[in-house]
């Protein structure tokens, strides 16, 4: 160029050379900031790109070890979950050890064996709760699929239309099927033959009776309970309850002293609202004979109805909760009866009020009932059609007082409805086992027939007759020493329902004559009359006929009778039969009953949405899929059931034993799966980690600088530099010796 500087050749050549040194120094110092030798593709683009590759596919396994590590969290919450489950486990457990270890039927056994059950019950919602809660990041590994089989909504409508029927619905349903629910037994009632003779032998009562028909409205399955009082000498008082509604009667001593006098015994019956019926004897010496405590106590005696819950299963099995079985036997019971299945548990439950009209029955007679209730000793009925109470009253005619009964009787049935028919009776008739028959009695059941069982010497405790006329008191006059012209005119206040046995001694003369009676149950009377009386009235003193009056016609009375000696003559005096006891009998009639089906079906579909697929490289070709497992207790995962039956039943308990040693078993399954893909992604993280490194350090080898010779370098070419730097001095040197020329 024209304008350029001309240096010379020695000038040039050094600064050349300077240029060199400087570029290379800057080369040098890039290399030493950047640590690499290789820092973009014109500094080698072989290496560059390979070292690229490495790092980019170094970059990526970073990033999945990550995602690793969120893995390994998630598999750990699961874990964790799992461990506390196991721990609600061994608490369920120990619940049902408890629960065995009371397996008695008392009130108080009874309810705590159902306080465990709904502590046990509780344990299973906090499994439930540890399996949802385990979740991590959107994933949980505890709850399965998702897939879910329940009863249908329109099924469980229509089992719970069902009369007494509510809550219906299958718990724990391990696969579809349907179940009918059906009930039958016409609610006959009776009570448990153990407890009743342990009543019996405790209190020192006899003839413990247990009858009648279930309420359809006012039914309970409550135990009844029998407490006697009063000590050694004392008054009788008993309190019979059944649920909520009570009795009390008391005996007293008089009455005792009556019964005995009239030889017969004391009777307590009572009805309650729920259709129970219950009679006992009474005897005041048993009573006291009792060892320790004179019968002073109270006994349980648990009821039994004839009324049986049925499921059945499509396949046709059926499992039956039954009224008639002892409490922990499978009895039906007010409130959630369950059913378990293999393949889910049907549950009902039961309204005791109102069941028995969803029954299926027919018609029923039941056992006589009330204190008179010897008097019937067997019923049969043809065309009932409508429940109903017959009550049997009885008139007595023509007493015999060597049988000590009436030799005729008019048995009336009435009933509730108020229509009557009567059945003429003897001796003879019922001794040659003739079945006397009662019809159209009742609005509901006009064209029914009742056949009769009768036991004779019982009907003249349901009985009013009056009292003996003094012609039929004569008729038994009895002169077991000399005679005299008397005879009774008329007698009253004697013992009821009683015949007493009065000694009447006529002595004296005609100017003082003595009449001495004595009724032979403790009473006694002294009168006395003369030979103008006409008659003579004595009024007894003591005992049971205290206060009992006895007319004699004495007008035929003479001094020369009397002085023969002391005249005796036994009379027997019948008081008034005024039906003391009473006697009726129930009859059920018929009833179609209802059934109704649950049915269950998968409601919602199965899901992979909470399985864990981890990613192990970086083409997505090496995976690990995690399956959801199911721990929760339904029947798709553990298979734990709520206790059924609040643990009323061993079998129940039993079953809650052998489901959560299955749950166990399952559990370990389950932790050992999620062990085993945790140690897989675990030693996959530790591989990917350290092939990361691997992979950048190959990079490191194609790019990165020596410091140490790159710091070589550096100095070599500073010297260089300065070198250089002298050498064009040096250079320069000729041409500053022209300038000082001037």
Request: glycine share 10%; proline share 0%.
């Amino acid at each position: 160029m024209a304008d350029s500087i001309a240096l010379s050749s020695s000038i040039r050549s050094n600064l050349l050379l300077l240029q060199q040194t400087t570029t290379q120094l800057d080369k040098t110092q890039l290399r030493l900031a950047t640590g690499n030798k290789i820092n973009s593709a014109l500094d080698g683009p072989a290496s560059f790109f390979a070292a690229k590759g490495l790092n980019q596919r170094a970059g990526d396994l970073d990033g999945l070890k990550d995602n690793i590590g969120q893995a390994i969290s998630t598999v750990k919450g699961a874990d964790e979950g799992i461990s506390s489950i196991e721990t609600f486990i061994e608490q369920a457990r120990g619940l049902t050890t408890q629960a065995l270890g009371s397996l008695g039927n008392d009130a108080n056994s009874v309810a705590f064996r159902n306080n465990l059950a709904n502590s046990y019950n509780n344990l299973l919602r906090q499994i439930d709760s540890a399996a949802k809660d385990s979740g991590y990041q959107g994933k949980n590994l505890l709850v399965g699929s998702g897939l879910q089989i329940a009863a249908t909504a329109s099924s469980k409508t229509t089992v719970n239309s069902l009369a007494g029927v509510s809550g219906a619905t299958v718990t724990n349903v391990v696969s579809t099927d349907t179940y009918e629910i059906s009930v039958v037994g016409d609610g006959a009632i009776t009570g448990s033959a153990n407890d009743i003779a342990n009543a019996e032998k405790l209190r020192g009562i006899s003839n413990l009776e247990i009858t009648g028909f279930a309420n359809t409205a006012e039914f309970n399955f409550d135990s009844i309970s029998i407490k006697l009082s009063g000590g050694t000498g004392k008054a009788k008082t008993f309190t019979i309850t059944e649920g909520d509604q009570t009795f009390t009667t008391t005996f007293t001593v008089s009455e005792w002293e009556a019964a005995e006098a009239q030889g017969t015994i004391l009777r307590l019956s009572n009805s309650f609202d729920s259709g129970t019926r219950i009679s006992f004897d009474v005897d005041f010496d048993a009573i006291e004979d009792v060892p320790d405590t004179a019968g002073v106590g109270t006994s349980i005696i648990e009821k039994n109805v004839n009324l049986q819950v049925i499921a059945e299963n499509q396949n046709g099995e059926t499992i039956t909760r039954d009224g008639l079985n002892l409490l922990g036997n499978g009895k039906v019971a007010n409130g959630e009866n369950a059913f378990a299945f293999d393949s889910g548990t049907a549950r009902v439950k039961i309204d005791e009020r109102q069941i028995l009209q969803a029954s299926k029955y027919s018609a029923a007679v039941s056992s006589s009932y009330g204190t008179g209730a010897g008097a019937v000793t067997g019923v049969t009925a043809t065309s009932v059609t409508a429940d109903d109470t017959i009550k049997l009253t009885a008139t007595g005619t023509s007493f015999n007082y060597l049988t000590n009964n009436f030799d005729t009787y008019a048995v009336t049935l009435a009933s509730g409805g108020g229509s009557t028919d009567t059945i003429s009776l003897t001796a003879s008739s019922v001794a040659a086992g003739t079945i006397s028959t009662a019809t159209g009695i009742g609005t509901n059941n006009s064209t029914a027939t009742y056949d009769v069982d009768f036991n004779y010497n019982e009907l003249k405790y349901i009985t009013t007759a009056g009292s003996a006329a003094a012609a039929e008191i004569n008729s038994t006059a009895e002169v077991k020493a000399n005679s005299v012209t008397a005879s009774v005119q008329a007698a009253s206040g004697f013992l009821d329902n009683a015949v007493s046995a009065v000694n009447a001694k006529f002595s004296g003369t005609s100017a003082a004559a003595t009449l001495t009676i004595s009724d032979g149950k403790g009473g006694t009377a002294t009168v006395s009359f003369t030979g103008a009386s006409t008659s003579v009235t004595a009024t007894i003193s003591g005992g049971v006929n205290d206060g009992a009056t006895i007319s004699f016609d004495v007008s035929g009375v003479t001094s020369a009778q009397l002085l023969t000696g002391t005249t005796e003559i036994d009379y027997k005096v019948r008081g008034d039969f005024t039906a003391p006891r009473d006697v009726q009998f129930d009859v059920r009639g018929t009833n179609a009953g209802q059934t109704a089906t649950l049915e269950t079906e998968q409601l919602v579909d199965g899901t992979d949405a909470n399985n864990l697929t981890v990613q192990l490289n970086e083409t997505n070709t090496s995976t690990v899929t995690v399956v959801s497992q199911n721990v929760q207790t339904d029947g798709q995962g553990l298979q734990l059931d709520f206790a059924q039956n609040g643990w009323n039943d061993r079998a129940d308990i039993e079953n809650s034993i052998r489901q959560l040693d299955a749950a166990k078993l399952k559990l370990r399954a389950a932790s050992s799966s999620l062990g085993t893909n945790l140690n897989i992604i675990q030693t996959r993280e530790t591989f990917t980690a350290e092939f990361s490194n691997v992979l950048k350090e190959g990079a490191g080898k194609l790019t990165l600088a020596d410091q140490n010779e790159e710091g070589a370098n550096i100095l070599t070419l500073q010297t260089r530099q300065q070198l250089g730097t002298i050498s064009l001095s040096l250079a320069n040197q000729a041409q500053q010796a022209i300038l000082r020329l001037f």
